[in-house]
């Protein structure tokens, strides 16, 4: 009978695990559930339910680390940070609403197992490059760990790579480390309304490639602008090109000066979000809150070199209609269409195909994620090497089996 | 230091090989001459050294991919090679392998400022990718000290770090694609211009790999715009412990600079007859502190660091007021490895990365343990993100000076192990470090790190004997031992 186990430390996950092991029982790992709807159908014996390994363990805001069970929520991490006027920089993204759960439940192992970012990763890096350490428990019923606390360490591979992205199918953590930093003092957006598709990603590539050290850059095309709860985006009646800098008040005013002055020539109309609205409008962006993704429709995430955004956009909306916007300074596009069958997969696939990038299925319904490949597939020796990582991992395919490919 | 036993029947082939490499590559690709071989005998890591079976350079992928295949199918192994100024022993010759070098793979392929992307062929130094973009205002940000000499492929095979990690990142975080060739002969390419993987991250795994994943032929990088400004803080302390709480207060309070070093006594002292770089000679420690951004920034940035460094017992302190000056107060720390080989016949540099915390506290053990070896050191530190760098003095002509010397370093690194760090920050594990991984991981540890490598390598041929003090079989590492029972902790809830 499929049973919801629930560990409370690290020595109950390691026997749970040494059980499914010899039972050849597959276990449902997670957090709290939020993504439970990302990645392809499962059907296992039981469920592995992580939110019992939860508490900060160690957090050392002069070394810039935090070390936190694996189920301990964002929320609880964010918090206390905050006190200490640091944060994750790589901004984690709430996918929660998007993929019909609870805005804020979210849990460090589900940020880190689904390597998530915010529209920071241009200038800080995703889950990946945060994630210093871990101590977990393979699929093969064995405790090891990977890293440390310190940013610099290249003793032996950075098996944090590995299990950053690897949506619970290799190992499941107990505790993991990661690095915090200090949270910027001040946080303005400069917007240019009204730019095409093509001319915003050129502007933003201006301003990434100045010395303004950008740290958000994004393009929402007229109707997702207008869903914003920002009245300076929403009331534009047209396209809104956000640029965001972030630091010490001096800095960041020199630099919005120096933005406005390099886009001086767009013939834009030309506005300024400060704390408040710029902190709100890059909530929604990083949470894709201004997709129309009312229920039925399905929604992609493609990432393509940033250049490309614009025509790889163009093209996805001819193929399957819906709406896109841009964050990443055009390096991430999400679209929302109308479900079908196919999620229009093949159509999707071949657009990113050519500019070179991926393509993930975030959602769709469950029959649909359980027929068309969520993740891009890894063809020949990509594929291989795939199959045998998740072979030494976890050889009897107990952890989370076919989550990202049928078989691994 | 026991390297694996080169394989007799492998060496009993040599002729063959050979023959089997000119069909590959032609010409002068192929080194097999005694004399010639020399120059290969040894990386950075000059205490050790030996002869390859033979020296290949290809020139193209497609000679790469040849060569790995007929390696495998033949069962030879391979020793990847950059540059050789790798730190570790990581391209130690073996015997019994093929040295692969990189050295032809010299071109940049595709600069594309639009994107901030360089496509780059390995060879390619560090330094030379940063020359071919500065024209436009662009760099790229990870700057080992070897830059001048160290190749990019080396830089991602090794993950190298440099003195602005703390900002910018390693390596890896700079790092968008690369295109390896497997042991198999087969090509693959992870990342491109765009960001994350559509599966497991084996981008992120292939960097620090040191060469035992596969063969790096190709990079795709993320370059930068320079920073408007750049301005640097000398400061002198009575001791390690204030540069120590200088260093904790400044990123305490919220500051995260380009660059913050730190030199002990003897490293200010040998840099300073060395250079001339105009150091203060009557302080313990001195503090480097460099702020990047726009102008008002470095400003507000500057007045800051320098209450910071009053608060906390600055003797000294200037404030650079050029780019001329600012140069000058870097030059004795960029030269502290050469200043250091000038006062001493050899010297060993140790690469432990510590909690920032246990600065003083480390350098008080180093301080002890060099009385006991009855060895001299001088410490340089990336103080920003904790990597410490005792350089060892010795002379490898004084009978077992070098062992002597090793034990101190390995003592050293215990002790970073001890205090909360790890053995290596940027340096690598090579040869050097090998057989102190123990210290740090368990052999469940190490198994599971070799599992990853038995998916990219399964017959164990690259780079044998680097990393890991203990090779096991593949087949050996995949057994599961399996104890079947009920579930042992009846109160685990479940529902």
Sequence with gaps: MSQTLKPETAEHLLEVLKWAVAEKSSLDVRGNGTKQGFGRPMRTTHTLDLSGLSGIKVYEPHELFMTAYSGTPVADIEAALRQNNQQMAFEPADLGPLLGMAEGTGTIGGVIACNLAGPRRIQAGAARDHFLGFNAVSGRGEVFKSGGTVVKNVTGFDLSKLIAGSFGTLAVMTEATFKVLPAAEKTRTVLALGLTDTRAMKAMSQALGSANDVSGAAHLPAAQAARSGVSYVSGAGQAVTAVRVEGPGPSVEHRCQAIRGLWADKGAQLEELHSQNSAALWKEIRDVRLLDAAEGKQVWRVSVPPMEGAGVGGELLGASGGEVFYDWGGGLIWLAHDGCPDANHDQVRAAVAKAGGHATLIRADADVRGLVPVFEPQPGPLGDITRRVKQGFDPEGVLNPGRMVEGV | ?495
Excluded at chain 2, 39 to 58: E, F, I, Q, S, W
Excluded at chain 2, 150 to 179: F, P, Q
Excluded at chain 2, 259 to 284: C, N, R, S, W
């Design chain 2, 1 to 495: 230091m026991q390297m694996p036993q080169p394989d007799a029947d492998v060496i009993a082939r040599r002729a063959e090989i050979i023959k089997a490499m000119q069909g590959i590559i032609s010409g002068e690709g192929v080194i097999a001459d005694t004399d010639e071989l020399r120059a290969y005998d040894h990386d950075g890591l000059m205490a050790y050294k030996g002869l390859p079976l033979v020296v290949v350079l290809p020139e193209t992928t497609e000679q790469v991919s040849d060569i790995l295949k007929y390696c495998h199918d033949n069962n030879v192994k391979i020793v990847p090679r950059g540059a050789g100024t790798g730190l570790s022993g990581g391209a130690l010759p073996l015997a019994d392998a093929i040295t692969l070098g990189l050295g032809k793979f010299k071109k940049i392929l595709e600069i594309d400022f639009d994107n901030r992307t360089v496509i780059t062929q390995p060879g390619v130094t560090n330094l030379a990718l940063t020359q071919a973009v500065e024209h436009e205002g662009f760099y790229y940000a990870p700057d080992p000290s070897s830059q001048i000499a160290c190749s990019i492929g080396g830089n991602v095979a090794e993950n190298a770090g440099g003195v602005h990690c703390l900002k910018y990142g390693l390596t890896t975080n700079n790092v968008l694609g690369i295109e390896m060739v497997l042991m198999s002969g087969e090509v693959v390419r992870f990342g491109g211009k765009h960001l994350d993987s559509g599966g497991y991250d084996l981008l992120g795994v292939a960097n620090g790999s040191e060469g035992l994943l596969g063969v790096i032929t190709e990079v795709t990088v993320r370059i930068l715009r320079k920073p408007e400004t750049a301005r640097a803080l000398l400061v002198g302390f009575p001791s390690n412990e204030s540069a120590g709480d200088c260093v904790a207060a400044i990123i305490s309070a919220g500051i995260i600079p380009g660059g913050m070093e730190m030199m002990d006594k003897p490293a200010i002292h040998a840099t300073e007859d060395f250079v001339h770089a105009g150091y203060p000679l009557d302080v313990q420690a001195l503090l480097i502190v460099e702020l990047d951004g726009p102008e008002a920034e470095v400003e507000h940035l500057i007045e800051r660091v320098d209450g910071i460094a009053n608060q906390t017992g600055a003797t000294y302190l200037k404030i650079s007021q050029s780019d001329a000056e600012r140069e000058v107060f870097w030059s004795g720390r960029k030269n502290a490895f050469p200043a250091v080989g000038r006062i001493s016949p050899d010297y060993l540099c140790m690469d432990g990365t510590i909690p920032r915390h246990r600065l003083a506290d480390v350098l008080k053990r180093v301080e002890e343990l060099s009385q006991k070896y009855n060895l001299r050191v001088a410490n340089v530190f990336h103080a920003g993100d904790g990597n410490l760098h005792p350089l060892i003095l010795f002379d490898a002509n004084q009978p077992g000076e070098l062992e002597n010397a090793e034990n101190f370093g390995a003592d050293i690194l215990r002790y970073c192990v001890e205090v909360g760090g790890v053995l290596t920050g940027e340096h690598g594990v090579g040869i050097e470090k090998r057989d102190l991984m123990g210290e740090m991981f368990t052999e469940d540890d190490m198994n599971h790190q070799q599992r990853l490598k038995c998916a990219f390598d399964p017959a164990g041929l690259l780079n044998p004997g680097k990393v890991y003090p203990t090779l096991h079989r593949c087949a050996e590492l995949g057994r599961m031992y399996v104890h079947h029972g009920k579930l042992p902790f009846p109160d685990i809830p479940r529902f």
